[in-house]
C-alpha cells in the first residue's frame, strides 16, 4: 500500500462550483498534513496545513482532517479556471522523519 | 516568508557537459535540502537529502557519482549533474523543510528545467 494516496484525476468541475480533492494516508503516527498546487511546469507552493481534526478555512480553500479514518481532503470553493492545476497532499509524521507526498490529483476547472 | 533561491531556472547544455544548479534559503538556515526530479505529467521523485556539512543521502536508483550534490553552508546547497546525457532533461526542484523537522511544510524553490541536447 502506498503511504499517500490521490485520485489522479482528472477532476473537471464547472466555473463557480465546488471542488473536492481527497488523500489518504497509511502511516498513523502522521501529524501533519499539507496541500500543494502545482502548476504545469511550476515548483509546488504551499497553499493550506492541518494538524487537528476538523476543518480549517482560508479563503475559497478549506481542509478537512479525519486522523481516524486517516484521511485528509481540501474544498475548492467558487472555483475558478486559475485553480486548474495539480494538486499534491503531504503528511509528516510526528518525528519529522518521513514527508511523503502523494501523487496528485490534476484538477480542471472549466469557464 | 521563508524563501529558497533556486538558479538556473533553465539550462540547455550539450551531452557530456556538466551543469550546476543551485538552491539558496534566504531568510532562514537550511541544514537540510531535499532535491526532486519531475518528469513531464509524472509526481515529485525524491533524488537525495543533502545535510550540512555531511554527506548526501540518495535515494535508491539515484547514481551519487553522477549526481553530485554539496551542502557546504547553511544556506546553500548545489545539485551538479555531471556527464549529462538526453535521458536527464527534467524539471528539477529542491526543497528545505520549514520548522524542526519539517513540522511547517517543505518549501520550493522555482525549479530549474534542463534540457540536454
Known amino acids: 500500500q502506498k503511504e499517500v494516496e490521490q485520485n489522479s484525476g482528472p477532476l473537471s468541475v464547472p466555473e463557480g462550483a465546488i471542488a473536492s480533492l481527497n488523500c489518504t494516508y497509511s502511516d498513523r503516527v502522521s501529524q501533519s498534513f499539507f496541500w500543494y498546487r502545482q502548476y504545469s511546469g511550476k515548483s509546488p507552493e504551499l497553499i493550506m496545513s492541518?494538524?487537528?481534526?476538523g476543518d480549517k478555512e482560508d479563503g475559497r480553500f478549506t481542509a478537512q482532517l479525519n486522523k481516524a479514518s486517516q484521511y485528509v481532503s481540501l474544498l475548492i470553493r467558487d472555483s475558478q479556471p486559475s485553480d486548474s492545476a495539480t494538486y499534491l497532499c503531504a503528511v509528516n509524521n510526528a518525528y519529522g522523519q518521513n514527508f511523503v507526498f502523494g501523487p496528485g490529483t490534476r484538477l480542471s476547472v472549466l469557464p | 516568508g521563508a524563501v529558497v533561491s533556486q538558479h538556473p531556472s533553465w539550462v540547455i547544455c550539450k551531452s557530456g557537459t556538466s551543469v550546476k544548479i543551485e538552491c539558496r534559503s534566504l531568510d532562514f538556515q537550511a541544514t537540510t535540502m531535499f532535491w526532486y526530479r519531475q518528469f513531464p505529467k509524472q509526481s515529485l521523485m525524491l533524488m537525495a537529502t543533502s545535510n550540512e556539512g555531511s554527506k548526501a543521502t540518495y535515494e535508491q536508483g539515484v547514481e551519487k557519482d553522477k549526481f553530485l550534490i554539496n551542502h557546504a553552508s547553511l544556506t546553500l546547497s548545489t545539485l551538479t549533474v555531471t556527464s549529462a546525457h538526453p535521458e536527464d532533461s527534467s524539471f528539477y526542484i529542491c526543497?528545505?523543510?520549514?520548522?524542526?523537522?519539517?513540522?511547517?511544510?517543505?518549501?520550493f524553490g522555482s525549479g530549474t528545467r534542463l534540457t540536454v541536447v
Open positions: 492541518i494538524y487537528s481534526n
Open positions: 526543497s528545505a523543510p520549514l520548522g524542526t523537522g519539517g513540522w511547517g511544510g517543505y518549501t
